[in-house]
C-alpha cells in the first residue's frame, strides 16, 4: 500500500489541480500526465515551487511584473483600502478618490494629449471596449459605415470575441469560429522573417504602406481604425524600423483613420519610456494599458482617449452605456497609484531606458554569435533571441519540431523562466533587475540554448 499524499503536498495539488483548473492556453491532457508546476512565493526576480526550487523570472510573470515581487508597500495600500473603502462602482454619477487619483496621475505621464481613462479589468477587456468605443465615434461623427479595425499577423490583443479576433495569431482563431466581421489584417513589420532583400528601412515602409493599401481596397469611408502593439509582444517581440510608425502615422492622418496603439506589454517602462509610444512616435488616439499599471499585483486595465476623441465623448449630451462592474476598482486603483510611485522614486523607466537597459541589450547581444541563434533583438527592458536552423539565409526550423519548446523546457530545468513563442525566445525581466541578475539570466540562456543545440544535434 502507499500512504495518501499530505494534504498541499505538491502531488496532492497537483491532483486537484488536474480535477478542478482549466487553465488558459494548455493541453490538458498533457499537462495531466506530469503534473502542473506549483508556484508557491516569489520575492524581487524570483519564483519558488513546491518543491523548494528556485526560478530566476525572466518574463516577469506574463510582462507584468514590473517593480518586481514581494513589495510590502503595494500590499500594505491594499490593505488599508480595503478596509477604508473595499468596493464602490463608479456608476451613477459616482466616484472615489483612488480612481480620481490614478486618473490623473495617468494623464500626468501619457503621451501628450491623452487625458481621459476609462477603466476595465484586463488587457482583453480594455481592447474589446475600444473596438466598441470606435464605432460609437464614427456613429457620433455621422460616418456609420467607417467600422472595421485593421490589426496585423502575429498581433496579439487578448482573448475575448473581439480582442481574438483583433488578434493575428491565427491559431487562436480556429476553435471559436473567429474572427468576428469587421476585422482585417496585414503583414507585420516582422524585417527579420519577411524582409527579405530590403533594408529594416525599406521593409518598414513596405509594411506599413500595406496599411494605405488595405485602407484603399476597402475604401477610407469604411475603415475607422488601425490597431498596433509599439513592439509585437506575443508575436515574437517584433522590433519596427525606425521608419515604420512615422509611416503609420502619416497614412491614417491622411484617411482619417483612429490610431490605436495597445500598450499592454509596452507601458510602463518596458521600453525605456513611460508608453511605447513615446519611444517610437506614436500619437495615438486610443491607448490600452494593464499589466505593468498594477505591475500584476492586482487586475486592473485602462483605456486612454485623446483629442478629438475624448472631447467628442465629453461632449457626447448622452449616457454612454458601457463600463464594467470593476471600472476603476478603489483598491486596484490604489495599487495602481503605489506601483506607479515606486517606479518614480526608483527611477526604474530611466534605467530601463539607459544603464540597466543598455547593459541588458549589451549582454544578450553576446549570444548572437551562437550557431542557433539568428538574431538577437531588442529595447528597454524586452528582448528576443530567435533560433534558426540556417543563419546566413535566416531559415527558421520546421514548426513541427518545437525547438523553442525544448529551449523553454531546458530554461525551467535549469531555473530559468524564458518564454517561447514559436522559436523565438522571449525575455522582459523584472524593471527592478540587477546587473548582477542579468548576468545570471544570460548565462543560464546561454547554458540552455547549448543544451538545445545538443538535443538538435548541432
Keep these: 500500500m502507499t500512504a495518501s499524499p499530505v494534504r498541499n503536498s ?26 502542473a508546476r506549483v ?15 528556485s526560478l530566476l523570472d525572466g518574463m516577469s510573470g506574463l510582462w507584468c511584473v514590473n517593480v518586481g515581487y514581494g513589495r510590502a508597500d503595494l500590499a500594505e495600500v491594499a490593505k488599508r483600502q480595503l478596509l477604508e473603502l473595499p468596493y464602490y462602482n463608479t456608476f ?14 495617468l494623464a500626468s505621464i501619457a503621451p501628450a494629449g491623452m487625458d481621459l481613462v476609462t477603466f476595465a479589468g484586463s488587457g482583453s477587456e480594455a481592447n474589446d471596449s475600444i473596438a466598441k468605443l470606435v464605432r460609437y465615434f464614427w456613429n457620433l461623427q455621422g460616418k456609420p459605415r467607417k467600422k472595421t479595425i485593421i490589426s496585423r499577423n502575429y498581433a496579439y490583443h487578448g482573448v475575448t470575441m473581439q480582442a481574438a479576433s483583433l488578434s493575428g495569431l491565427t491559431a487562436m482563431h480556429p476553435q471559436f469560429d473567429l474572427p468576428l466581421p469587421g476585422v482585417v489584417h496585414v503583414e507585420a513589420p516582422y524585417w527579420y522573417a519577411h524582409g527579405g532583400d530590403l533594408s529594416p528601412d525599406e521593409f518598414g515602409l513596405k509594411a506599413a504602406r500595406a496599411v494605405e493599401r488595405k485602407i484603399l481596397e476597402l475604401g477610407p469611408e469604411t475603415v475607422g481604425a488601425f490597431i498596433g502593439e509599439p513592439i509585437q509582444g506575443a508575436g515574437g517581440v517584433i522590433i519596427p524600423p525606425a521608419t515604420y510608425w512615422p509611416e503609420i502615422m502619416r497614412i491614417c492622418r491622411q484617411y482619417d483613420v483612429l490610431v490605436i496603439a495597445d500598450e499592454v506589454i509596452c507601458g510602463f517602462g518596458r521600453t525605456g519610456n513611460w508608453f511605447g509610444s513615446q519611444t517610437f512616435g506614436i500619437q495615438p488616439d486610443f491607448m490600452t494599458m494593464a499589466k ?27 449616457e454612454i452605456v458601457h463600463g464594467f462592474t470593476y471600472s476603476g476598482h478603489p483598491v486596484a486603483a490604489a495599487v495602481a497609484v503605489r506601483n506607479i510611485e515606486i517606479m518614480e522614486e526608483e527611477s526604474l523607466v530611466a534605467k530601463a531606458g539607459g ?56 530554461c525551467f530545468a535549469n531555473g530559468l523562466v524564458m518564454r517561447a513563442c514559436r522559436d523565438v525566445m522571449v525575455l522582459a525581466p523584472p ?28
Design 292 to 318: 505593468g499599471l498594477t505591475s500584476g499585483y492586482i487586475p486592473m486595465a485602462g483605456i486612454m482617449m485623446g483629442g478629438r476623441v475624448a472631447e467628442t465623448f465629453r461632449s457626447a449630451g448622452e
Design 92 to 105: 451613477f454619477q459616482t466616484t472615489h478618490p483612488p480612481v480620481v487619483a490614478l486618473s490623473e496621475k
Design 355 to 410: 544603464e540597466i537597459g543598455a547593459y541588458f541589450q549589451d549582454q544578450l547581444r553576446g549570444l548572437a554569435d551562437h550557431r542557433l541563434v539568428g538574431e538577437v533583438r531588442g529595447v528597454g527592458m524586452i528582448a528576443a533571441i530567435e533560433l534558426v536552423e540556417h543563419k546566413p539565409s535566416r531559415a527558421f526550423f520546421d514548426p513541427k519540431r518545437n525547438v523553442g519548446t525544448q529551449c523553454r523546457n531546458h
Design 431 to 458: 524593471l527592478s533587475i540587477s546587473k548582477t541578475e542579468i548576468d545570471e539570466l544570460v548565462g543560464l540562456a546561454a547554458q540552455c540554448i547549448e543544451l538545445t543545440a545538443r538535443d538538435l544535434g548541432r
Design 10 to 35: 505538491t502531488a496532492a495539488l497537483q491532483a486537484a489541480d488536474a480535477r478542478h483548473h482549466l487553465h488558459p492556453f494548455t493541453d490538458h491532457a498533457g499537462l495531466a500526465a506530469k503534473g
Design 39 to 53: 508556484v508557491t512565493r516569489a520575492e524581487g526576480v524570483r519564483l519558488w515551487d513546491s518543491e523548494g526550487k
